[in-house]
């Protein structure tokens, strides 16, 4: 069962490196999966939705961050350390290498897990924008396997562990900072604690 998966898993990968290849690929794929070309991008929407969405934003980009921080540790010293799966740069003859490959295992892909994870919360607090949210995971991943750095599995693995860090640790940010809390709530609830502090005296 495994070999086939394995087997499976390899084949996909020279389809998708291999074969369905074009130029203009050739020249977008290594960018899109250049992850520093989303720092700039990334820190400008984090201090827009601060600067906008005051506490609600700056709940959502200190949920972010976490998630992103413990999604990539999770993926990289326990399922990178525990399957230490070679890349198909290095296992594979005639693999097409668009961009540097590292000895850093395979499984799961890093930028999968990063970009799931932060798509799933674009998703949670902002459902209509599922469909780029996910487009955006699904070029990422696909480009990690054009540029022949991971297999399918790893792009599968790490949406899924992207997926189910980001709606755990949402889950918990909901009962440490619920969304719905901010000043002017702060203020409701400070009232309400004065006037049942002013009944009992």
Do not use: Q
Not at 52 to 69: E, K, M, P, Q, Y
């Amino acid at each position: 069962m495994l070999e086939a998966l394995l087997a499976w898993d390899e084949h996909i990968f020279r389809v998708l490196n291999e074969d369905w290849v074009d130029s203009t690929l050739d020249r977008v794929m290594p960018f899109v999966t250049n992850g520093s070309n989303y720092n700039i991008p990334l820190l400008v929407a984090a201090i827009i939705l601060i600067v906008v969405g005051h506490l609600r934003g700056l709940r959502f980009v200190v949920l972010a961050v976490i998630s992103v921080v413990i999604a990539d540790a999770i993926g990289t010293y326990v399922f990178k350390h525990t399957f230490l799966r070679p890349r198909p740069c290095i296992a594979l003859e005639g693999v097409r290498l668009l961009v540097g490959c590292t000895n850093l295992p395979s499984f799961p892909s890093n930028h999968v897990v990063n970009s799931s994870a932060l798509a799933t919360l674009v998703i949670l607090s902002r459902p209509w924008c599922w469909l780029p949210a996910a487009a955006l995971v699904l070029l990422i991943g696909f480009s990690r396997i054009y540029v022949g750095v991971h297999y399918p599995l790893d792009i599968l693995g790490g949406g899924v562990l992207g997926v189910v860090v980001a709606l755990a640790l949402s889950a918990i940010m909901t009962l440490i900072w619920p969304e719905s809390s901010g000043p002017d709530e702060g203020r409701r609830m400070f009232s309400i604690s004065l006037g049942a502090h002013s009944k009992v005296r």
